[in-house]
C-alpha cells in the first residue's frame, strides 16, 4: 500500500493572485451579495407585509427570495474574507457543510423555479382553473416535496463524496466546496460518484429545464393569439428574461459538473463558479418582482406605512 497523508483540512482559492485585483474583485462581489440580499429582503418584506400580494405566485417568489439569500451567503461572503485575509484554510467538517448546504439550495432553486414557471403556464393558459389548480394546499406541498428531494439528493452527495481519500493535494481548486474540485483531490475510484452526478443532471437538471422550456413555449404561443399587442410584449418580457437566468444558471453548472477533469482551469472554474453562484440570487428579484407594478406598489406602501 503507497504510503500518503489524508487530508484532514483544505486550503481554498483566492479570487486573484495580485493584491490590488484581488482587493477589486472581493469588494465588487461584496457589492453584488449586498446588492442580493437588499433586493431579495425586499420581496420578502412586501410580500409578508401586503396581504394583496398573498397569492401563490409571490408565496413562491418570497420563498425564492429567503432561499437565494441563503444560497448566496454560503459561499460569497466567506470567499470574498477569505481573499481579503488570505486565510484560506477550511476544515474537512467546513467543507462538507458548505459542500451540502451549497447542493441544497441549488436543488431547491431549480424545482422552485420550475413551480413558478407552472405557475405562470396555469395563470396565462388556464385562468380559469387557476384557484382549483394552484391552490393553497399545493403549493406548500410542493414546496415541502422540493426541500425533502433537495435534502435527500445533497446528503446523498455529500455522503458519496467524503467516503473518499483525499491525499493528492488539500488545495481545492475553487472559492468554495464543490463536487468537481473535491473529486480531483480524491485519490480513491470516483466512478460512482461521477455516475450520481449524471444521474441527478438527467432526472432533476433535465426534466425541470424542459418542463420551464415546454411551460414557456406555451405560454409565448397562447400569448401570440392575444390581439392586445402591449400584452404580448409584457409576457415576451417577463418570460424571455427568466428563461435566459435559468438557461445561464443550469448551463454554467452542468458545464461545470459534467465536462471531463482533463479540460479544466482554475480561472475557468472560478468563472463558471461566479456566474452559477451569484446571477441568480442578484437577477431574479429584478426579474421575477422589481419590474412588477403590484410589487413597486407594494414597496411605496410599505415604505409610506414606515414613515408616515
Given at each position: 500500500m503507497a504510503n500518503y497523508t489524508l487530508v484532514t483540512e483544505f486550503l481554498l482559492e483566492v479570487f486573484a493572485e495580485t493584491w490590488e485585483l484581488r482587493i477589486l474583485l472581493s469588494v465588487l462581489f461584496l457589492l453584488l451579495?449586498?446588492?442580493?440580499?437588499?433586493?431579495?429582503?425586499?420581496?420578502?418584506?412586501?410580500?409578508?407585509?401586503?396581504?394583496?400580494?398573498?397569492?401563490?405566485?409571490?408565496?413562491?417568489?418570497?420563498?425564492?427570495?429567503?432561499?437565494?439569500?441563503c444560497y448566496?451567503?454560503?459561499?460569497?461572503?466567506?470567499?470574498?474574507?477569505?481573499?481579503?485575509?488570505?486565510?484560506?484554510?477550511?476544515?474537512?467538517?467546513?467543507?462538507?457543510?458548505?459542500?451540502?448546504?451549497?447542493?441544497?439550495?441549488?436543488?431547491?432553486?431549480?424545482?422552485?423555479?420550475?413551480?413558478?414557471?407552472?405557475?405562470?403556464y396555469v395563470a396565462i393558459c388556464k385562468p380559469l382553473l387557476y384557484p382549483v389548480i394552484m391552490n393553497h394546499q399545493f403549493c406548500v406541498q410542493m414546496s415541502l416535496a422540493?426541500?425533502?428531494?433537495?435534502?435527500?439528493?445533497?446528503?446523498?452527495?455529500?455522503?458519496?463524496?467524503?467516503?473518499?481519500?483525499?491525499?493528492?493535494?488539500?488545495?481545492?481548486?475553487?472559492?468554495?466546496?464543490?463536487?468537481?474540485?473535491?473529486?480531483?483531490?480524491?485519490?480513491t475510484d470516483t466512478f460512482n460518484n461521477k455516475l450520481l452526478i449524471l444521474l441527478i443532471a438527467i432526472g432533476l437538471d433535465g426534466s425541470c429545464f424542459t418542463f420551464i422550456a415546454i411551460s414557456?413555449?406555451?405560454?409565448?404561443?397562447?400569448?401570440?393569439?392575444?390581439?392586445?399587442?402591449?400584452?404580448?410584449?409584457?409576457?415576451?418580457?417577463?418570460?424571455?428574461?427568466?428563461?435566459?437566468?435559468?438557461?445561464?444558471?443550469?448551463?454554467?453548472?452542468?458545464?461545470?459538473?459534467?465536462?471531463?477533469?482533463?479540460?479544466?482551469?482554475?480561472v475557468e472554474d472560478m468563472t463558471l463558479s461566479v456566474i452559477y453562484t451569484t446571477v441568480p440570487p442578484f437577477l431574479n428579484p429584478v426579474i421575477y418582482s422589481l419590474r412588477n407594478k403590484q410589487i413597486k406598489k407594494a414597496v411605496k406602501k410599505v415604505i409610506f406605512r414606515f414613515f408616515s
Open positions: 451579495y449586498l446588492g442580493s440580499l437588499l433586493g431579495n429582503l425586499i420581496i420578502i418584506i412586501v410580500t409578508t407585509v401586503d396581504q394583496t400580494l398573498y397569492t401563490p405566485m409571490y408565496f413562491f417568489l418570497r420563498n425564492l427570495s429567503i432561499l437565494d439569500m448566496v451567503s454560503i459561499t460569497l461572503p466567506n470567499a470574498c474574507i477569505n481573499s481579503l485575509t488570505d486565510h484560506r484554510t477550511i476544515s474537512l467538517a467546513g467543507c462538507a457543510a458548505q459542500f451540502f448546504l451549497f447542493l441544497f439550495c441549488a436543488f431547491v432553486e431549480v424545482q422552485f423555479l420550475t413551480i413558478m414557471a407552472q405557475d405562470r422540493s426541500l425533502l428531494t433537495s435534502f435527500i439528493l445533497s446528503g446523498m452527495n455529500t455522503f458519496k463524496t467524503f467516503q473518499l481519500s483525499f491525499c493528492h493535494s488539500n488545495v481545492v481548486p475553487n472559492f468554495f466546496c464543490d463536487t468537481p474540485s473535491l473529486l480531483r483531490l480524491s485519490c414557456y413555449v406555451r405560454i409565448l404561443s397562447a400569448v401570440l393569439k392575444v390581439p392586445v399587442k402591449g400584452e404580448r410584449g409584457k409576457a415576451f418580457s417577463t418570460c424571455v428574461p427568466h428563461f435566459i437566468v435559468m438557461s445561464l444558471f443550469l448551463s454554467s453548472g452542468a458545464y461545470a459538473y459534467l465536462r471531463p477533469p482533463a479540460i479544466s482551469e482554475v
